[in-house]
């Protein structure tokens, strides 16, 4: 399916005289958008590029060069546009005020498997191709948890916030591109987070919620007293309707003074909340028990569905409420993993997380366990480390094709925000943002997954 919008612009369909069927005299060898830059250069086997545009009109012109010579117009573009070369080769006028983007191969180890990766900055929730170049990108004012859960549909939250959310107006969104219609999915009672969200065989959506609890006894944790104010977490599962039909409460199974270890303070309104938790990742096996990653207790824990009972938890503190089996980490080169996201059950029954690593010696890295539950074990069997302490955020995706893929979160002395590995664990690629900011995850997806034809029509809308 083809779609069209205002923001399409076509220009030189063939170029020799009485052309009408392309030829190889007609093959284009060079495009050049001047005075802009095309990025990447030009090559005829890539197919989608961009330009960066100032605000407003842009003068520019488009030269495009095949074995006949070369022809050139002079569009006047304006952000968003697109120009279509031929139905072949596509260019995008990139937005003022979006990021800047770094790309860095390294063939020596091969090149990323193909596939789209979904990320985000600032206002922007993006999809990039292994060129680093957006073939698709829609703008809220805090995008967030970009994904793409069906094919040709990507979801994101427009308008997150940190380091949960605490108003009730936030919402994740599923953009349909293939039929330009957009689903809101929010959690029931309290504000949606942006932490995560993934959809289930029903049809379900599980997001996650942070109910404010008063009067919650801290005695023991830090200098907090017997009288405070706490970000809870809930797990909601919401069907297509809206509709809560089950729902899981963090402190009735995690103890917030035994089994914090990272508590932050926030100031909501006046009111001190004190983050005991902050679960960030919510994953399903195929019994339907959850992987539940808490950043502020260093631990992981795998929840029976059926009785919301914790069975077992990895890291973190000995105790748990339920009683949970203890898997202590052994062999582990930086001890434990600390302040983690994106805890994901792999195929093989491991699992792999992102450790940020933000609060003890050591750097972020990508990292997979391999879990021993009669021996109450959990034992790296990979790692690909960074360069430093990530602050937060970030994700870790092993994928059938062998390759992995890192957002790197927060870490002040590296822009990358996406590195594939390949499975040799040799690094593939690097595409950075200019400026700091971070992306919140990093997800690629096959490109069966998101139509291309589909992606280039429904940019901006």
């Given amino acids: 399916m083809r779609l069209t919008g205002p923001r399409i612009l076509i220009v030189l369909a063939f170029l020799a005289a009485g052309c009408d069927h392309p030829t190889s005299d007609a093959d284009v060898v060079a495009i050049g958008v001047s005075p802009l830059t095309l990025i990447p250069s030009f090559s005829p086997a890539i197919h989608d590029y961009y330009v960066r545009c100032n605000s407003g009109h842009n003068s520019v012109t488009v030269t495009v060069t095949d074995g006949s010579g070369s022809q050139s117009t002079s569009p006047d573009l304006v952000e968003d546009e697109e120009i279509d070369v031929r139905g072949e080769y596509w260019i995008r006028c990139l937005p003022h005020d979006f990021p800047m983007i770094g790309v860095a191969t390294h063939p020596d180890a091969g090149t990323p498997t193909p596939g789209w990766y979904l990320v985000n900055n600032g206002a922007?929730?993006?999809?990039?191709?292994?060129?680093?170049?957006?073939?698709?990108?829609?703008?809220?004012t805090s995008a967030s948890d970009v994904d793409a859960l069906t094919p040709n549909a990507i979801s994101f939250m427009p308008d997150s916030m940190g380091p949960f959310s605490y108003s009730s107006g936030t919402r994740f969104e599923i953009h349909a591109l293939d039929t330009l219609t957009v689903k809101t999915v929010m959690a029931v009672g309290s504000p949606t987070d942006t932490h995560d969200f993934r959809l289930l065989p029903n049809g379900d959506h599980l997001l996650l919620t942070y109910p404010i609890e008063s009067?919650?006894?801290?005695?023991?944790?830090?200098?907090?007293?017997?009288?405070?104010?706490?970000?809870?977490?809930?797990?909601?599962?919401?069907?297509?309707?809206?509709?809560?039909?089950?729902?899981?409460r963090a402190i009735d199974h995690v103890d917030p003074t035994q089994e914090s270890s990272e508590p932050s303070v926030l100031n909501v309104n006046g009111a001190s909340i004190v983050d005991v938790f902050h679960f960030n990742s919510i994953d399903v096996d195929a019994k339907g028990n959850l992987l539940l990653s808490a950043r502020h207790t260093n631990a992981i824990f795998y929840v029976d569905r059926a009785t919301g009972k914790v069975l077992w938890k990895v890291g973190g503190s000995a105790y748990n409420k339920d009683g949970a089996a203890h898997i202590q980490i052994v062999g582990d080169p930086q001890t434990a993993f600390n302040m983690q996201h994106d805890a994901r059950f792999l195929a093989n029954g491991d699992i792999s997380l992102f450790d940020d690593h933000g609060a003890t010696p050591g750097v972020a890295r990508g990292v997979e366990y391999t879990i021993d539950l009669a021996a109450g074990t959990a034992a790296v069997v990979f790692q690909f480390s960074g360069v430093a302490q990530s602050q937060y955020e970030g994700s870790f995706r092993r994928y059938p094709d062998g390759e992995s893929v890192i957002g790197w979160g927060y870490v002040a002395t590296d822009p990358r925000v996406v590195t594939e590995i390949n499975a040799a664990g040799e690094d593939v690629l690097d595409i950075t943002f200019g400026g700091g900011s971070p992306s919140y995850r990093a997800v690629k997806v096959p490109l069966s997954q998101l139509d291309i034809g589909v992606l280039r029509a429904t940019t901006a809308k």
């Fill in 215 to 248: 009067n919650v006894d801290l005695t023991g944790l830090q200098a907090f007293g017997s009288d405070a104010t706490i970000a809870d977490c809930e797990v909601q599962e919401i069907d297509p309707a809206g509709n809560l039909v089950w729902s899981w």
């Fill in 124 to 140: 922007y929730a993006i999809v990039l191709d292994t060129n680093g170049t957006p073939v698709w990108y829609a703008r809220g």
